[in-house]
C-alpha cells in the first residue's frame, strides 16, 4: 500500500514565523487532503488538493502530483494555528492512508 | 447541519465486554468510515462503507464490526474488547465523486479498554 512520509515531526515556532510542511508519497494519488488537528482533538479539512495550488487566508497547499509530494505554508503562524498537521492520500475513491503528523507549537 | 457526531465522548470497558460506537452525519454522504489514532501512528482505516448494505475492510478490521442499513448511520461494534483497542476512534463522511470526496470528521470517541 501507500506509504505517506510527513516532515519535519515537529516544528516550534515564534508568532508571526513563517513555515512550510511537507508531505511525500511512495506512489501516485488521486485524492491527497491535509487536516489540521486542534489541542482538543477535532479535525478540521483544510484543503482537498489532489494538484495544483490553492489559497485559503494565510494557509495555501501545494501538489506536485508528478513528483508525489506536497506542500503545506502557514504564514504569519498564530498561537492558534498550534496542533498537529496530518496530510493524506488515496488512489481512486475515498480511501485515505494518512501520514505520522507534524506537530506545530507557536509560541507567543 | 449537525454534520458528523459521534457518541459516547468516552468509555472504559473491561476486556471482553462488548460495546457499540455511535456514528451518524446529516450531509446525505455516501461514504462513510471509521479510524482509529494511537500516539505517533497518525489515523489508521478500520471499516469503511461507500453506500447502505455496503461495507468493506480497512487496514485494521480485526476485532471490529461494522454495518451499514441507512445513509445516515455506521455504527461500530467491539466484539470482545481487549487493551490493545485503547484508542480514540474517530468516524469520518464525504461524498463519493470525484472532486467531491472532502472528508469530514466527528469529534471522536476515548476508549479505555482495562
Known amino acids: 500500500g501507500i506509504q505517506v512520509e510527513q516532515s519535519p515531526p515537529d516544528l516550534i515556532l515564534q508568532e508571526g514565523a513563517n513555515s512550510t510542511l511537507r508531505c511525500n508519497f511512495s506512489d501516485s494519488v488521486n485524492n491527497l487532503q491535509w487536516f489540521h488537528q486542534n489541542p482538543w482533538g477535532q479535525l478540521i479539512n483544510l484543503f482537498y488538493?489532489?494538484?495544483g495550488t490553492k489559497q485559503n487566508g494565510r494557509l495555501s497547499a501545494t501538489t506536485v502530483a508528478t513528483e508525489r509530494y506536497s506542500l503545506l505554508y502557514i504564514s504569519s503562524s498564530q498561537t492558534t494555528d498550534s496542533g498537529v498537521y496530518f496530510c493524506?492520500?488515496?488512489?481512486?475513491?475515498?480511501?485515505?492512508?494518512f501520514g505520522a503528523g507534524t506537530i506545530l507549537r507557536v509560541k507567543s | 447541519n449537525a454534520g458528523v457526531t459521534q457518541t459516547p465522548k468516552f468509555q472504559v470497558l473491561k476486556t471482553g465486554q462488548s460495546m457499540t460506537l455511535q456514528c451518524a452525519q446529516d450531509m446525505n454522504h455516501e461514504y462513510m468510515s471509521w479510524y482509529r489514532q494511537d500516539p505517533g501512528m497518525g489515523l489508521r482505516l478500520i471499516h469503511y462503507s461507500v453506500g447502505a448494505g455496503i461495507t468493506d475492510q480497512g487496514e485494521v478490521p480485526n476485532g471490529y464490526n461494522v454495518s451499514r442499513s441507512t445513509t445516515e448511520d455506521f455504527p461500530l461494534r467491539l466484539l470482545s474488547a481487549a487493551p490493545s483497542q485503547t484508542s480514540v476512534y474517530f468516524c469520518?463522511?464525504?461524498?463519493?465523486?470525484?472532486?467531491?470526496?472532502?472528508?469530514?470528521f466527528g469529534p471522536g470517541t476515548r476508549l479505555t479498554v482495562l
Open positions: 488538493i489532489p494538484s
Open positions: 469520518a463522511s464525504s461524498y463519493t465523486g470525484t472532486g467531491w470526496n472532502t472528508q469530514y
Open positions: 493524506a492520500g488515496g488512489q481512486g475513491g475515498n480511501k485515505l492512508v
